[in-house]
């Protein structure tokens, strides 16, 4: 989707969201329109990936590489927000993104929005693959158009949910204060990490330290890496960066709701890369709450402007 009906349709949420409240009749309607928008993304993303041929002939050939490359992308990437996070206390700081008390935990209400988690995880686990299969055994690569144009009318949607509820959120100024500066380090660390996991993961496949900083260097932007490289090195090397990051974007998916179980809120901005600004956005908003959706933008916004920089730089080392 354009980069600037993205920023609209957020924007415009939150614009109209920051005239409402959290108990607004509306603002809880457009969270159940979001969550349901979720449900139809994921499964035209699941689709769209088993009916792509592309995809399925690769798997067999470069499948395994590019599976350990999206991998250690993502951990090396989770890793450096993780530490950054530590070093700066930010998870206790944020608001709502501190470990639980003893008293929430035995809180009735706490409990229930911990089995609307657990139940929202398994949906979006659940939609991932049913559209896989969908796409690969009722599908045959013709329906690409229209699975496209579902993808963007439910991205609308989420992105225009997900402002609201960033606009009705009275916090979300107060976070960014606390903040500050450190906003920009988080997408610089993504970077770093998901390079340096690359680069040593390639380093154990055989490939050039150039070559495997360039796959890493998609941040998950698969389309835009994959031909990059194809044109600046090589048709297998920009095969194997295609699905890395077609990886890097479903493991995402997959993970999101475990990451921010485990490693806290502002981790969950880690995994996704440069898909933070769009595809994957409300699934950080989900997993993490409003308080990390901005940060989660302006990162997913610096690495894709990063790609098209850094691919032929690496290149040409």
Do not use: C
């Not at 950054?84 to 003893?102: D, H, Q, S, W």
Request: net charge negative; proline share 3%.
């Amino acid at each position: 989707m354009d980069f600037y009906l993205i920023i609209f349709f957020l924007f415009t949420g939150i614009l109209l969201g920051f005239k409402l409240d959290e108990k607004n009749h509306f603002v809880k309607f457009a969270d159940s329109i979001t969550k349901v928008g979720l449900v139809f993304l994921l499964l035209a993303m699941g689709a769209g990936l088993g009916s792509n041929n592309q995809i399925v002939l690769q798997l067999g050939e470069i499948g395994f590489q590019a599976f350990v490359f999206a991998a250690v992308s993502i951990i090396f990437s989770l890793l450096a927000v993780i530490i950054f996070v530590k070093i700066f206390n930010l998870n206790n700081l944020l608001l709502g993104a501190g470990p639980e008390t003893e008293a929430e935990i035995e809180n009735p209400e706490t409990e229930n929005t911990q089995k609307a988690d657990n139940t929202m995880s398994i949906l979006i686990f659940a939609s991932v693959i049913i559209g896989i299969l969908i796409g690969f055994f009722l599908l045959n690569g013709q329906e690409l158009v229209w699975l496209d144009s579902l993808t963007n009318y439910s991205l609308v949607v989420l992105l225009f949910g997900v402002g609201i509820d960033i606009g009705a959120s009275r916090e979300i100024i107060k976070d960014l204060k606390i903040m500050g500066w450190k906003l920009i380090l988080i997408p610089i660390l993504i970077a770093f990490g998901s390079i340096l996991g690359t680069v040593l993961t390639g380093g154990i496949f055989g490939f050039a330290a150039g070559e495997s900083a360039a796959v890493g260097a998609g941040f998950g932007w698969y389309s835009l890496s994959g031909v990059l490289i194809s044109k600046l090195h090589s048709a297998e090397l920009g095969s194997l960066a295609f699905l890395t990051n077609v990886f890097r974007e479903l493991l995402t998916v997959m993970i999101l709701p475990l990451v921010a179980k485990y490693f806290g809120n502002l981790a969950v901005i880690a995994p996704g890369g440069a898909t933070t600004m769009d595809v994957t956005l409300p699934l950080v908003k989900e997993a993490g709450g409003e308080a990390v959706v901005i940060p989660a933008f302006v990162s997913g916004a610096v690495l894709s402007t990063l790609v098209p920089v850094l691919v032929p730089l690496f290149l040409n080392i």
